[in-house]
C-alpha cells in the first residue's frame, strides 16, 4: 500500500515539476518576445479584409490581417507580393457573435450584436473564404471580446453598404514565432475601436441570412496602466 502511495505521490511531483516547467516556458517567451499591433497615437494597430456572415440573430466574421504595426507587411504573408491573398495569410481572425438590439429608421438598419473574437497565426496557411472554419486553423494568439454596431444603409433590394464600429477588448494574448524571432500581438486589457466598411447582400429576407464582404483597420484607444488618449479639457473662468 505505502509503495502505491509513494508511487502516486513521485508521479503527482512530476506532473507538478512538469507544468510549471511549461508555464515558466511560456512566461519566460512572453518576457523576450517583441509586442506588435499595438500603435497608439492615431496609427492603425491592424488593417484586414474578411467577411460576415448572418444566420437569423447570429453572425460569424472571418478574414486575414493586412497590416500590422511593427511588422513589415510581407512578413504576413507566405507569398510574393503584391500578389497575395487568403491562401497565403499568416494572421487570420475569426469571430461569433450575437444578435442585442436591431433598429429600422426608414432604408437604415442598426444591428447590435456582442460575441469573442480569435487570431491565429500559420506559418503554412491554407484559409479559403469557401470555407470559413479554414481561418480558425493554426496557433490562437490573441482573445477578444468585442461589442459591435453595424449600420446598414439599403441601396437596393437585397443590397447594402455597411459601416461597423466595434470595440475590442483584448483578454488573452500568446507569443508566436516568425522568421526565428518571437512576437507577441498587443496586451491583456488593450482596447480598440474597429471600424470597416462593405457591400452587404441577404440571401433570405425571411430567416433572415446575409453575407457582407468587408475591409478596416483598428485604433488603440486605451492601453492597461494608463490613462484613456481622450484629453482633460478644463475651462477656467475670468
Same mark, same amino acid.
Given at each position: 500500500?505505502?509503495?502505491?502511495?509513494?508511487?502516486?505521490?513521485?508521479?503527482?511531483?512530476?506532473?507538478?515539476?512538469?507544468?510549471?516547467?511549461?508555464?515558466?516556458?511560456?512566461?519566460?517567451?512572453?518576457?523576450?518576445?517583441?509586442?506588435?499591433?499595438?500603435?497608439?497615437?492615431?496609427?492603425?494597430?491592424?488593417?484586414?479584409?474578411?467577411?460576415?456572415?448572418?444566420?437569423?440573430?447570429?453572425?460569424?466574421?472571418?478574414?486575414?490581417?493586412?497590416?500590422?504595426?511593427?511588422?513589415?507587411?510581407?512578413?504576413?504573408?507566405?507569398?510574393?507580393?503584391?500578389?497575395?491573398?487568403?491562401?497565403?495569410?499568416?494572421?487570420?481572425?475569426?469571430? %461569433?457573435? $450575437?444578435?442585442?438590439?436591431?433598429?429600422?429608421?426608414?432604408? @437604415?438598419?442598426?444591428?447590435? *450584436? /456582442?460575441? #469573442?473574437? &480569435?487570431?491565429?497565426?500559420?506559418?503554412?496557411?491554407?484559409?479559403?473564404?469557401?470555407?470559413?472554419?479554414?481561418?480558425?486553423?493554426?496557433?490562437?494568439?490573441?482573445?477578444?471580446?468585442?461589442?459591435?454596431?453595424?449600420?446598414?444603409?439599403?441601396?437596393?433590394?437585397?443590397?447594402?453598404?455597411?459601416?461597423?464600429?466595434?470595440?475590442?477588448?483584448?483578454?488573452?494574448?500568446?507569443?508566436?514565432?516568425?522568421?526565428?524571432?518571437?512576437?507577441?500581438?498587443?496586451?491583456?486589457?488593450?482596447?480598440?475601436?474597429?471600424?470597416?466598411?462593405?457591400?452587404? %447582400?441577404? $440571401?433570405?429576407?425571411?430567416?433572415?441570412?446575409?453575407?457582407? @464582404?468587408?475591409?478596416?483597420? *483598428? /485604433?488603440? #484607444?486605451? &492601453?492597461?496602466?494608463?490613462?484613456?488618449?481622450?484629453?482633460?479639457?478644463?475651462?477656467?473662468?475670468?
Amino acid at each position: 500500500m505505502k509503495r502505491y502511495v509513494i508511487v502516486g505521490v513521485a508521479f503527482a511531483l512530476a506532473a507538478l515539476a512538469l507544468t510549471v516547467f511549461v508555464i515558466s516556458s511560456q512566461a519566460a517567451a512572453a518576457a523576450t518576445a517583441t509586442e506588435v499591433g499595438s500603435a497608439i497615437g492615431g496609427v492603425n494597430a491592424v488593417e484586414f479584409v474578411g467577411r460576415v456572415d448572418q444566420d437569423g440573430g447570429n453572425f460569424v466574421s472571418y478574414g486575414y490581417l493586412t497590416h500590422i504595426s511593427g511588422l513589415a507587411d510581407t512578413q504576413l504573408f507566405s507569398g510574393t507580393f503584391p500578389l497575395v491573398n487568403e491562401a497565403n495569410a499568416r494572421f487570420t481572425f475569426y469571430t %461569433t457573435a $450575437t444578435l442585442t438590439s436591431h433598429y429600422v429608421i426608414s432604408s @437604415v438598419f442598426v444591428i447590435d *450584436a /456582442v460575441g #469573442t473574437t &480569435v487570431y491565429y497565426f500559420n506559418d503554412t496557411p491554407n484559409a479559403t473564404f469557401g470555407i470559413s472554419s479554414s481561418f480558425a486553423s493554426g496557433i490562437p494568439i490573441v482573445t477578444a471580446t468585442v461589442r459591435s454596431q453595424n449600420i446598414l444603409n439599403v441601396q437596393a433590394p437585397n443590397l447594402g453598404v455597411g459601416t461597423n464600429f466595434t470595440e475590442f477588448t483584448q483578454t488573452g494574448a500568446s507569443p508566436f514565432t516568425l522568421t526565428g524571432s518571437p512576437y507577441q500581438l498587443g496586451r491583456v486589457g488593450i482596447l480598440e475601436r474597429l471600424f470597416s466598411t462593405g457591400e452587404g %447582400t441577404r $440571401t433570405n429576407a425571411v430567416i433572415p441570412q446575409s453575407f457582407t @464582404v468587408v475591409a478596416g483597420n *483598428a /485604433v488603440v #484607444t486605451g &492601453v492597461p496602466g494608463q490613462q484613456n488618449f481622450m484629453p482633460l479639457v478644463l475651462r477656467i473662468a475670468p
